[in-house]
């Protein structure tokens, strides 16, 4: 079991940034593994906004590219997401996910709003 806790969330006013942290209980460099922020507005499905693997490959939805990054600390037991330039579009909860080989852990979620 892999415990995922999210921080760093809150109201911001459009064009701020905010950064978000996950805390893992396992360090994705014990098996392969991949990290990745996920979120979800209200009436929509949640979608994937940039991921991160134990290689340091990474990837990002288009509407976060040149805006958004995604990193983790040495450890590889902490991941970050630093969010530039943020649109009300980006109001969402952000989830932190763990895939550790075949299984995957999902954080409780974090609010961000975006609003002036």
């Known amino acids: 079991q892999v415990q995922l806790v999210e921080s760093g969330g809150g109201l911001v006013q459009p064009g701020g940034s905010l950064r978000l942290s996950c805390a893992a209980s396992?360090?994705?460099?014990?098996?392969?593994?991949?990290m990745g922020w996920y979120r979800q507005a209200p009436g929509t499905q949640r979608e994937l906004v940039a991921a991160?693997?134990?290689?340091?490959?990474?990837n990002y939805a288009d509407s976060v590219k040149g805006r958004f990054s995604i990193s983790r600390n040495s450890a590889g037991n902490t991941m970050y997401l630093q969010m530039n330039s943020l649109k009300p579009e980006d109001t969402a909860v952000y989830y932190c996910?763990?895939?550790?080989?075949?299984?995957?852990?999902w954080g409780q979620g974090i609010q961000v709003t975006v609003s002036s």
């Open positions: 996910r763990g895939n550790y080989g075949p299984v995957s852990y």
């Open positions: 991160i693997t134990s290689s340091d490959s990474t």
């Open positions: 396992r360090s994705i460099f014990t098996i392969p593994a991949t």
